[in-house]
């Protein structure tokens, strides 16, 4: 089960990670292990990378993102192969990457002489960066009957799935509403009628890619290792301005 149809998929440059994910999952698909124990591996990835970010092992800490970023792609392909998808995983996912990406944020603060005030800002810039690129891709997947575990309005607790219990996905959605609750009412105020118009074509879906979380840790993680730390959050401020052409962009085609 793709999460899009073979004639609508588009280069995905957030998604590099896809083809070793693709390789892990096999690899696990007889094994003990859940998508949920994938996830708790992407966890520690993360928490393995920012750890290395605040004692300058940078080089390190840039490897672990990028492993983040595949286990991340992984839960999610493993669910797929098995073809247990589930509405716990995908939340866990969702809240899992935002309290990684404050943490990173933080520890990116930590080691430079950004304000917290431009730290905050610049997280917020690529929760709302993801929101977006989350937002157009799900409808996609939902026009074109792909995966369907995301919805485009996540207004109300879903069923769980069979071999879920309805208790974790009740307590994971309600997690999610709070972390990303603001940044979804905010895109979808800034593009209501993107779901009912004509959807965004395969190269706009390209452009806005760079906005997913996977694209996002490896620009911080070759920033790291190319001495640009510095430059990181005022990047990701400047970075979000994007936003707004791409909307704009759908809107005129």
Known sequence: MSKL????????????????????????????????????????????AVLFIINDFYWLAAIFLVIKSILDAADGELARI??????????????????????????????????????????????LQGTLYNYYYVILRNHFNGDSTSRVFEYSTPIAMKGEKQKNVNVLFGLYKIFYGGFDK???????????????????????????????????????ITGLKEYIIPFFIGYSLLIFIFIAIRKLL
Do not use: C
């Open 82 to 127: 098995r073809k247990t998808p589930s509405y716990t995983g995908r939340y866990l996912d969702s809240v899992a990457d935002i309290l990684l990406n404050a943490i990173i944020f933080i520890s990116l603060w930590f080691i430079t002489n950004a304000s917290i005030m431009n730290t905050i800002i610049a997280f917020l810039g690529i929760q």
């Open 186 to 224: 905010i895109i979808y105020n800034l593009d209501k009628h993107a779901s009912h118009e004509k959807v965004p074509p395969k190269w706009l879906m390209t452009a806005i890619s760079t906005f997913g979380l996977g694209f996002q840790l490896l620009i911080i993680a070759f920033m790291l």
């Open 5 to 48: 149809p073979a004639s609508h998929k588009f280069i995905d440059l957030s998604d590099y990670g896809r083809p070793i994910a693709k390789v892990i999952s096999l690899s696990l698909k007889e094994s003990i292990f859940t998508p949920i124990h994938v996830t708790i591996g992407f966890i520690i990835a993360g928490l393995l």
